[in-house]
């Protein structure tokens, strides 16, 4: 035979088998078609749980759960793993959480656990239904559900999806490693009562990039046991800013150790970047910490650390934290402070910080009390390059 007919023959075989085979091996669970109404009244948690089951097992080859536009209302639901290999949760619709609280017997409502390779994207929303819930936790301390509870679950991206006005935080990351949020829309109203964006715990290398977070409470807390976390060109506000803790409430604590917060704009928060510890005995560490080129805008307290924190009052400040703190840099932060007290450094007299790093700090009072101020407490560490305010260190 002519090798080039011998090669066109080739060609055309591999072309034919190839993509097209693998393609044809990836398969969609479409919610649709497992019994979802999507008139968003009635509740279609079966049909998802059903669907999800479905996809979680098929073995035929690259599985997806697959949710189209609509608007579907879901009761608390479970999606659990192990699966047969990666899954996919495509979101295009509209997602809402009921609003009678007697159907939450958990702390979340939806909540993705023992999976090894998640993606969940999509144009979609996730409806908290927040408003209905909110009211009943004005003192802040009730435990309301979370919208989305990632926990024992390794190597997920979650993409482009929105989270709307959850009852509590939008997002908890548990137990989990490599985990990354990209491009994802995080809202709801300033005042409402704990509705942190990304709550992070006992978890390890998760990302957040390129997201838009604007809520009540912090847009991303790292807790306990949290190790290489990196947040960038990250836009966070109305909330309560970037913050590490609360540390030192519960026994066995585990350290939080490499925390990167970079390339982030804070606009209108409570806090920039913040680390907070309770006066307690409970010993614990956090360090290894960056939080470089930050923008502030009307921020109220732009950098801080506060080793008294006691958001309740009423706590006794006797024996200090043991919370120690150090290996701190702050670098290229600069943009504008609603309090007269810019950088606001209060460390523990047990554990006093080490290492402290202030390098290029620029804020602004907009106040008429006076100029910008920084104070120290039980601080060790350097200050380089513009201080504005007057380093206390
Ligand atoms: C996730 O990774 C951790 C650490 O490697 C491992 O112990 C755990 O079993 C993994 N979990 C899943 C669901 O893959
Ligand atoms: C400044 O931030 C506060 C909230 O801390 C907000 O109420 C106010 O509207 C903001 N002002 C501007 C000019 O953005
Ligand atoms: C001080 O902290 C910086 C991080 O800000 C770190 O790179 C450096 O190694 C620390 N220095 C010491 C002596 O531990
Ligand atoms: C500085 O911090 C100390 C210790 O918390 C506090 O007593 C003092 O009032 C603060 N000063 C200003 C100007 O805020």
Known sequence: MDSKICLLLFSVLVLANGPASSHAQEKDFNVRNFGAVADGKTDDSKAFLEAWNQACQYKGGDRRLFIPSGTYLVWPVEFKGPCAGHITVTLEGLVKAPTDQSTFSQDNWIRFQYINGLTINGKGTLDGEGPSAWPSNECGCKT??????????????????????????????????????????????????????????????????????????????????????????????????????????????????????????????????????????????????????????????????????????????????????????????????????????????????????????????????????SNCSYVNGEARGVQNPPSCI
């Open 144 to 373: 309301l559900p979370q919208s989305v509870r990632i926990s024992s679950v390794n190597n997920t991206l979650i993409q482009s999806i929105t989270s709307l006005n959850s009852k509590s935080f939008h997002f908890n990351v548990f137990s989990s490693n490599d985990v990354e949020f990209r491009d994802v829309r995080i809202i709801a109203p300033d005042e409402s009562p704990n509705t942190d964006g990304i709550h992070i715990g006992d978890a390890s290398r998760v990302k957040v990039t390129n997201c838009d977070i604007r809520t009540g409470d912090d847009c991303v807390s790292v807790g306990p046991g949290s190790k290489d976390i990196e947040v960038t060109g990250v836009h966070c506000g109305p909330g309560h800013g970037f913050s590490i803790g609360s540390l030192g409430k519960y026994e066995n604590e585990a350290d939080v150790s490499g925390l990167s917060v970079r390339d982030c704009t804070m606009e209108s928060t409570q806090n920039g970047v913040r680390i907070k510890t309770w006066v307690s005995q409970l010993k614990s560490s956090a360090y290894g910490i960056e939080f470089v080129n930050i923008e502030m805008k009307n921020v109220t307290n732009p950098i801080i650390i506060d080793q008294v924190y006691c958001p309740g009052g009423g706590c006794s400040t006797e024996g200090g934290s043991n919370v120690q703190i150090k290996d701190v840099l702050f670098s290229n932060i600069h943009g504008t402070s609603t309090s007269q007290v810019a950088v606001d450094l209060i460390c523990s007299p047990t554990v006093p910080c080490q290492n402290i790093t202030l390098d290029n700090i620029n804020l602004a009072y907009t106040g008429d009390k006076g100029p910008e101020q």
